[in-house]
């Protein structure tokens, strides 16, 4: 029971500090959701920060449990930057609030959780800078562009998505973030020029959500 009331004021918490912003949310605001006195979320809690942890080892464990999932398959280059992509997109938008905390200025942030977030990032990017270079040595990528930046450049779309898709539009299913990040990955992979791939988009069809639908959008 007490660890199920955790993961609901990690929740609720997440939620509040992505809205207000971390520095100006309170213990208090968290509190006050539940009917809860400062004194009371110390059972759960020590301080704001402890919440603050907390949150980031969830976003981060979650992450990289379902990267290395997909790294495990062992699939070829192209398919599995593919499914990282798409893995990325829908999992920042699973759990918005958590991911909005995670992916917020870190200059808002304390300075210890900076850098457990950047040592979570490099290790991320790592490991899908080493999916790009064996694309590379297998011919299914292009060579011409340094891997780490192509790496950041492809992951700071699919974060971006968190700025201006809104939880409401998910949650209606106006856009499926599935479908957006295909999207993505097709654009990127395949650039402007009419090149890139479209039976996987067009296998999709015209449903709700699917990406026929958001070219209409």
């Known amino acids: 029971m007490a660890q199920s009331r955790r993961g609901e004021i990690l929740e609720v918490a997440a939620k509040i500090f992505n809205e207000k912003g971390y520095q100006s949310a309170t213990l208090e605001d968290v509190g006050d959701h539940f009917g809860f006195t ?100 297998a011919g299914q990528f292009s060579a011409d562009f340094p891997t780490k930046i192509a790496i950041l450049l492809i992951l700071g779309m699919a974060n971006n998505t968190k700025r201006w898709l809104h939880p409401a539009t998910v949650e209606s299913g106006r856009i499926d973030p599935e479908a957006l990040a295909q999207m993505l990955f097709d654009m990127v992979s395949g650039g402007f020029s009419g090149k890139r791939a479209r039976g996987r988009s067009a296998a999709r069809g015209s449903a709700p959500g699917s990406v026929a639908a958001l070219r209409r959008a």
């Not at 290395?68 to 920042?92: G, K, M, T, Y």
């Not at 979570?120 to 590379?136: K, N, Q, T």
């Open 38 to 137: 400062r004194a009371a979320l110390y059972y759960y809690f020590k301080n704001k920060q402890a919440i603050l942890d907390a949150i980031v080892d969830d976003a981060s464990e979650t992450l990289l449990v379902s990267l290395r999932a997909i790294l495990d398959a062992e699939l070829p280059p192209a398919e599995c930057l593919r499914r990282i992509v798409v893995n990325h997109v829908v999992v920042l938008h699973s759990r918005p609030h958590v991911f909005g905390v995670f992916l917020a200025e870190p200059t808002s942030l304390p300075e210890q959780i900076r850098e457990r977030m950047e040592q979570m990032e490099r290790e991320y990017i790592d490991l899908v800078a080493a999916v790009y270079d064996s694309g590379v040595r």
